[in-house]
């Protein structure tokens, strides 16, 4: 039987409001006849639009214009090369295809502050709708500078939290729509909170405020049909209410929320609401994200409870907030929640380590039973304290928020605590996948950094559907590049000015992302359009790289990237030395590898696009660069790095295929012997980390890239699972074995997060290197199941849905049998490389192999 999953318009399976006038279609096949694929498809819209082809790909939908406000039906038919055939149906909705708003921007005129470092006064909106006619279609358009949430007679409208989402919003702001027909009634009031959010509020850790605009503003619109035919549109004008002084009294992304729940929203002082001028002009857009929801519950236990303070521990360290079911309250009664992720050694929380974020709920209550959840705020946090109630009055429930991504990959192996690393891994990525990828969730940051994705790409893309979800923030990169090329090192920006204080600067491997990244979704999922749009940037990166490179040196050291060290990142959080300036210092180690890096995977982006004359000149240059790091850094002879030897010095031009073989042999021997000298302990940091189990197992040292894997001494990975982490850390030792953060001494500032996954890449190695399955062709359309066994592992089992179905895979080792499963998805090819050595091609279907291991 053949059959259709996961028809998707515009690469979700959420029902989607488009203004794109090309939204694309995905979805892949599965049939129990093994060698089979797809010969046919087509695509009919509701509007007659026809579409075919005779292989499997994505439906970029090239029919007649489509109409704004419109929902329509899309019927995807497929053929497989033995004759039968199966149908799906989609619906999906236009948004406004650009048609101009008829609402206006409105705030609170009398409104204004200039305090610095702090998040405006909520604004609360008010207009009561009164409908005689029987209303058949009522949809909410709506959009804000700050976030907004809206009640509707009393019941939050949509899943979704921190709306309209972060984007660079000097060029991009999402408006989101809403179906709001079967919350109307005869009279309505409907009410939306704005708060400061990203737009307005405090953010970034210099808390820089009011970056896009002077003060909340919002913007919408309700479009209702009636039974009659007629219809009207509700705009955002001055005929709504407004206040500062409803039951909010503070609401800031960092510092949390102080609310009265006494207050009657009905009742607030509020008077008549203005038009903003809005000095910023970007493009409004139907939400094209995978919005932040309550992703699942965490249940609490009590840690201790003292007179007047209930702790809690939820044993799972994560992103989200926490409700609380408040019973028999007095008003006038004030409850006080404060968020952390570890404890002191007195057992208290560590709040030091939020540094300026103050993670605060305040909740002043009413009279009798009330429920609250924040709406303006999330945390990253595992323990909380609860002030002011007594356990027994209140139900502490947690909600890890995260945008709405589908987890396609899973993993399971023999050891323990390798699974509980790569559960870690899987919690540091969903809390950090918050609109954009963020570094971590709880401190005064929460920043689109750019080297902490696109170090952890490759790994995201296995666990997650990440395609939507980057190509959002991948539009902000693109739109915040600086005119000469450099990537600011967070995306958004959002004042946060390094490196704009050298206009033309690029900062290697963080920098890198805008190259990585593209580079890898298309991997991942065969995306060519993507590639296309980003590859003039990707360009202008590279360009700029070169530019840095080259001021700074003549002959060969044109090609070494060397500015002064302050302005990288160099081996960031590298665990061998304890100093933020001595990372620095790597940097011409890894700003040249990087270099080496971008533009070898820029030259294969140019192949794909079949841009030859690119891909040509890109690896030329490349290969000069490699060459320049050989020929500087290391000495002929030995192959030891001459200045300073360091772990990442060693694996990026491994890794990165930058030495000649001699020279590569000689540089592995000085890795392998400066980790033994190491104790097999990890000296990497973000840029080495990635590639150091490659760097060993892929030239023949998978038993030293076990030992380290495996190994529990601090730092390690398993270090971290040894001492109870439920989630990665920013340093491999930020924790001390009794639980407690080690005291940072490094000249950070304290900067020690519980919940980063830049170190969790090494994910990707337990996928594609311990289960074996590596991408040959993009999209997965050919790949390689090789496992490579070692580390007294004996079963591994893992699954990653790729863009043709999903690929299983599953091996053991009992005694001397080696036991291989693959499932091959519809349309694909499998290269099976067994451990005697022999490699099999198959075709899709079900395949299984015994080797002897003797
Ligand atoms: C962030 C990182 C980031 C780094 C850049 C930190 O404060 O949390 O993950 O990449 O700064 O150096």
Redesign the pocket.
């Known amino acids: 039987m053949l059959s259709i999953h996961d028809l998707t318009v515009e690469g979700t399976l959420r029902p989607v409001v488009t203004d794109n006038p090309a939204p694309v279609f995905g979805y892949y096949c599965e049939s129990d006849k093994p060698n089979n694929k797809v010969v046919y498809a087509s695509l009919d819209l509701d509007n007659g639009s026809h579409q075919e082809m005779t292989e499997k790909s994505d439906f970029v939908y090239a029919g007649k214009a489509l109409e704004p406000f419109t929902p329509y039906k899309a019927t995807l038919t497929v053929k497989d090369a033995q004759g039968e055939t199966a149908t799906a149906t989609v619906s999906f909705e236009t948004g406004r295809l650009a048609t101009p708003w008829v609402g206006k921007p409105i705030t609170d005129t009398t409104y204004s502050f200039t305090e610095k470092k702090v998040s405006p006064q909520v604004m609360t909106f008010h207009k009561s709708l009164d409908f005689a006619k029987k209303i058949v279609s009522a949809k909410l358009y709506a959009t804000a500078l700050g976030t907004y949430w809206i009640n509707l007679n009393g019941k939050k409208v949509g899943p979704c939290y921190l709306a309209p989402g972060f984007t660079s919003y000097r060029y991009h702001l999402m408006y989101q729509t809403y179906d709001v027909k079967d919350l109307l009634q005869a009279h309505n009031d409907l009410v939306i909170h704005v708060a400061g959010g990203w737009a307005v509020g405090s953010f970034v850790?210099t808390r820089v405020n009011r970056q896009y605009a002077k003060r909340q503003c919002l913007l919408m619109e309700l479009r209702v049909q009636y039974d009659d035919g007629s219809q009207e549109v509700i705009p955002s004008d001055t005929s709504f209410d407004v206040t500062t002084k409803g039951p909010y009294q503070m609401a800031d992304i960092y510092d949390g929320e102080t609310v009265d729940l006494a207050q009657d929203i009905l009742a607030l002082p509020y008077h008549k609401a203005g038009l903003e001028k809005v000095s910023i002009h970007p493009e409004i857009v139907a939400d094209y994200s995978c919005p932040i929801v309550r992703n699942r519950e965490m249940i609490p236990v009590i840690l201790r409870k003292e007179a007047g303070k209930t702790l809690y521990d939820f044993k799972q360290n994560f992103s989200g907030i926490v409700t609380l079911r408040i019973h028999h309250a007095k008003k006038g009664q004030t409850i006080v929640v404060h968020h952390a992720e570890v404890l002191t050694k007195e057992g208290e929380l560590n709040l030091s380590l939020l540094r300026s974020a103050k993670a605060t709920l305040t909740i002043h209550c009413q009279d009798g039973d009330q429920e609250y959840a924040p709406e303006f705020t999330y945390m990253g946090f595992r323990y909380i304290s609860v002030e002011g109630i007594a356990p027994e009055d209140v139900e502490v429930i947690g909600y890890h928020l995260t945008s709405d991504l589908p987890e396609t990959g899973s993993f399971h192996c023999s050891n323990e605590m390798l699974n509980q690393l790569d559960h870690n891994i899987r919690w540091s990525a969903r809390s950090n996948f918050m609109d954009i990828p963020t570094?971590?969730p709880q401190r005064d940051?929460r920043?689109g950094?750019?080297?902490?994705v696109s170090i952890f790409g490759p790994t995201a893309c296995y666990d997650f559907q990440m395609k939507r979800f980057l190509i959002k923030w991948l539009k902000d990169v693109r739109s915040e590049q600086l005119p000469t090329g450099g990537v600011p090192?967070t995306v958004p920006c959002h004042g946060y000015k390094f490196p704009a204080t050298m206009p033309k600067m690029a900062v290697d491997f963080?920098g890198d992302a805008i190259v990585t990244v593209p580079y890898c979704l298309y991997l991942s999922y065969a995306d060519k359009g993507m590639l296309e749009r980003m590859y003039p940037a990707m360009m202008k990166y590279v360009n700029a790289c070169k530019f840095w490179a080259r001021i700074w040196g003549v002959g060969e050291y044109r090609y070494i990237w060397h500015t002064p060290s302050m302005l990288h990142?160099g081996d960031?959080v590298a665990p061998d030395i304890d100093k933020m300036s001595a990372w620095q210092k790597r940097s011409m180690y890894t700003a040249t590898a990087s270099l080496r890096r971008t533009t070898m995977l820029l030259s294969k982006i140019a192949s794909y696009l079949g841009k030859n004359e690119d891909a040509d000149r890109l690896i030329k240059y490349s290969d000069k660069v490699a060459k320049a790091y050989s020929d500087i850094f290391l000495d002929k002879e030995t192959g030891k790095l001459k200045k300073q030897e360091f772990q990442t010095g060693y694996v990026l031009p491994i890794h990165f295929e930058m030495l000649t073989p001699e020279m590569r042999t000689k540089a592995i021997d000085n890795l392998v012997s400066l980790i033994e000298k190491n104790n097999y302990k990890i000296g990497t940091g973000?840029p080495g980390t990635p590639y150091i189990l490659y760097a060993l197992a892929d030239n023949g040292h998978s038993d030293v890239a076990y030992k380290m894997l495996l190994n529990t001494e601090a730092p390690s990975w398993l270090y971290n699972v040894k001492v109870g982490g439920t989630t990665i850390w920013?340093k491999f030792d930020g924790q001390l074995a009794d639980g407690t953060a080690r005291p940072s001494t490094d000249g950070?500032g304290n900067?020690i997060?519980f919940n980063?996954y830049?170190l969790g890449s090494v994910g990707n190695f337990l996928y594609t290197r311990m289960a074996g399955v590596r991408i040959l062709e993009p999209g997965y359309r050919r790949f390689l199941v090789k496992p490579v066994l070692g580390g007294g592992i004996t079963s591994c089992e893992t699954t990653t849905l790729t863009p043709n179905g999903p690929i299983h895979v599953a091996w053991k080792v009992e005694g001397k049998t080696f036991t291989l499963t693959v499932h091959v998805p519809m349309g694909t090819e499998s290269v099976i490389g067994l451990p005697n050595g022999k490699e099999k091609v198959y075709p899709s279907g079900d395949v299984t192999e015994t080797v002897s291991l003797a």
Do not use: L, V
């Open positions: 850790f570094d971590c940051e920043m950094w750019t080297g902490d090192n963080w990142f960031w973000f920013e950070t900067m997060s980063h830049a």
